[in-house]
């Protein structure tokens, strides 16, 4: 068993004891993996991150086991609802060894070796996720909780998915930290030789697990990806929030003519071009044009619509707008803007795709609000497709339903 040579906090022998609200113990029951701080009635004392947590019913009977984070709104992230369970490597490997169960279709693959093994919450470990970068894997935590339990995690993923390195990334929140971890640190196995290389439906992509975005590269949208592939033939296209160039790269494939890579960082821009290049002259063909533009998407859609430069089809995904509730009207406005921007540029009959990764904003909401905004713009939608999650990102619980994405031709 491979053991990590940093010293992590370990936990209290102490299990903390905890009683809940009703409406709590009803979510608890019905598997929602989070207890909030403002749903316990009664705690035997205060815990460290990563201490055991058990929650009883009124009846004072068990109701779930969990990771205590004092700091969080989230103070229980919970491993297991209503049947008693040990905490242990051998717990974790039955998670890791299921989730990856699921994922036999992109295991057994030649042509993708990126993808996430563990989606969180949605494969029954709330607060960590682990990706597939070929031979990297990348552990991301959520929560500090996570942290003196990292060897056995560590252990139990070397026997289910056993990777030449692994790295760890921390939530911004955790990356002032006094565990003696930090973002981008190495676990074990080789040195990396950033950036790595992987393949997605074929393509290859050049990543840096240890300081890209996230975990290195948006591995939900790999599906939404693989459509706009199928749409691009002959086409000029303008992919918005670009980051590495994932969708321009499958819209080369597809036999686009043209096109452009937009995203406020010079970083993503300059990877997305090595993307495109890394892929022509084949299975891109050489006569495609690619061409990247760092700035503000709001500015520069503004901009082109100035200059009267029209596109075939705008593809535009941007950031999570809403990461509280109340943030969620600033976001409904800002994929409204998004959307009247993306049609002011794009020729009749063009396609349109918009995305959104705000779990706060339902699918309902986001595609109303799409289809408000081009009635407002005078345009019509007629739709190819909704999309959701894929495979190796599925939905446990009613926030873990974040991704959705419309495909329309517009006239
Ligand atoms: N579509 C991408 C993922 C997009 S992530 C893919 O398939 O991989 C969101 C991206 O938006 C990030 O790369 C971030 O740098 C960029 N971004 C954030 N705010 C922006 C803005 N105002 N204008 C342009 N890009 C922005």
Same mark, same amino acid.
């Given at each position: 068993m491979?053991?990590?040579?940093?010293?992590?906090?370990?936990?209290?022998?102490?299990?903390?004891?905890?009683? +809940? $609200?009703?409406a709590a113990e009803r979510a608890i029951?019905? !598997?929602? #993996?989070?207890?909030?701080?403002?749903?316990?009635?009664?705690?035997?004392?205060?815990?460290?991150? !990563?201490?055991?947590a058990v929650i009883f019913d009124k009846d004072r009977k068990f109701?779930?086991?969990?990771? =205590?984070?004092?700091?969080?709104?989230?103070?229980?992230?919970?491993?297991?609802?209503? /049947?008693?369970? $040990?905490? %242990?490597?051998?717990?974790?490997?039955? /998670?890791?060894?299921?989730?990856?169960?699921?994922?036999?279709?992109?295991?057994?693959?030649?042509?993708? %070796?990126? =993808?996430?093994l563990l989606h969180g919450e949605n494969d029954g470990m709330p607060g960590i996720i682990i990706d597939r970068y070929a031979e990297t894997t990348v552990i991301k935590l959520y929560t500090p909780a996570w942290i003196p339990h990292l060897n056995d995690v560590v252990a139990a993923l070397e026997r289910?998915? #056993?990777?030449?390195?692994?790295?760890?990334?921390? &939530?911004?929140?955790?990356?002032? %930290?006094?565990?003696?971890?930090?973002?981008?640190?190495?676990?074990?196995?080789?040195?990396?030789?950033?950036?790595?290389?992987? @393949?997605?439906?074929? @393509?290859?992509f050049e990543t840096d697990p240890q300081m890209g975005q996230k975990t290195g590269f948006f591995l939900d949208q790999r599906e939404n990806r693989a459509r706009v592939e199928e749409l691009a033939k002959g086409k000029s296209?303008?992919?918005?929030?670009?980051?590495?160039?994932?969708?321009?790269?499958?819209?080369?494939?597809? !036999?686009?003519?043209e096109v452009v890579s937009l995203d406020a960082s010079k970083i993503a821009t300059e990877v997305a071009e090595r993307n495109f290049s890394l892929n022509q002259p084949a299975p891109i063909a050489k006569s495609c044009s690619h061409k990247s533009v760092t700035g503000d998407a709001f500015e520069l859609m503004t901009k082109m619509k100035k200059q009267c430069r029209l596109f075939d089809m705008v593809i535009i995904d941007p950031p999570s707008f809403a990461h509280?509730?109340?943030?969620?009207? !600033?976001?409904?406005?800002?994929?409204?803007?998004?959307?009247? @921007?993306?049609?002011?540029?794009? +020729?009749?009959n063009g396609v349109f795709v918009q995305a959104s990764c705000s779990s706060r904003v339902? &699918?309902?909401?986001?595609?109303?609000?799409?289809?408000?905004?081009?009635?407002?713009s005078g345009r019509r939608l007629n739709e190819i497709e909704r999309s959701g999650h894929a495979l190796d990102h599925p939905i446990g619980f009613a926030e873990g339903e974040y991704l959705k994405c419309l495909f329309a031709v517009v006239l």
């Amino acid at each position: 068993m491979k053991k990590l040579t940093i010293d992590l906090p370990q936990i209290s022998k102490k299990r903390i004891a905890i009683h +809940v $609200t009703r409406a709590a113990e009803r979510a608890i029951r019905g !598997g929602h #993996p989070w207890l909030f701080e403002n749903a316990i009635l009664k705690q035997s004392h205060q815990g460290k991150a !990563g201490d055991l947590a058990v929650i009883f019913d009124k009846d004072r009977k068990f109701l779930g086991i969990g990771l =205590y984070d004092p700091d969080s709104m989230i103070r229980v992230q919970i491993l297991r609802a209503l /049947k008693p369970a $040990t905490i %242990n490597q051998q717990f974790f490997e039955e /998670k890791l060894g299921a989730a990856h169960q699921r994922r036999a279709p992109l295991r057994d693959s030649d042509h993708t %070796n990126g =993808y996430r093994l563990l989606h969180g919450e949605n494969d029954g470990m709330p607060g960590i996720i682990i990706d597939r970068y070929a031979e990297t894997t990348v552990i991301k935590l959520y929560t500090p909780a996570w942290i003196p339990h990292l060897n056995d995690v560590v252990a139990a993923l070397e026997r289910v998915f #056993p990777a030449k390195s692994l790295v760890l990334r921390l &939530s911004g929140k955790m990356k002032d %930290n006094p565990f003696g971890v930090f973002d981008g640190m190495l676990l074990h196995g080789e040195k990396l030789e950033s950036p790595i290389i992987f @393949l997605e439906n074929g @393509l290859k992509f050049e990543t840096d697990p240890q300081m890209g975005q996230k975990t290195g590269f948006f591995l939900d949208q790999r599906e939404n990806r693989a459509r706009v592939e199928e749409l691009a033939k002959g086409k000029s296209v303008l992919n918005v929030f670009s980051y590495t160039g994932g969708f321009s790269v499958y819209a080369g494939r597809g !036999g686009a003519k043209e096109v452009v890579s937009l995203d406020a960082s010079k970083i993503a821009t300059e990877v997305a071009e090595r993307n495109f290049s890394l892929n022509q002259p084949a299975p891109i063909a050489k006569s495609c044009s690619h061409k990247s533009v760092t700035g503000d998407a709001f500015e520069l859609m503004t901009k082109m619509k100035k200059q009267c430069r029209l596109f075939d089809m705008v593809i535009i995904d941007p950031p999570s707008f809403a990461h509280k509730n109340s943030q969620v009207e !600033g976001a409904i406005r800002a994929y409204k803007k998004l959307t009247r @921007l993306g049609l002011e540029i794009l +020729v009749p009959n063009g396609v349109f795709v918009q995305a959104s990764c705000s779990s706060r904003v339902g &699918s309902e909401l986001f595609f109303d609000t799409i289809y408000l905004a081009a009635r407002q713009s005078g345009r019509r939608l007629n739709e190819i497709e909704r999309s959701g999650h894929a495979l190796d990102h599925p939905i446990g619980f009613a926030e873990g339903e974040y991704l959705k994405c419309l495909f329309a031709v517009v006239l």
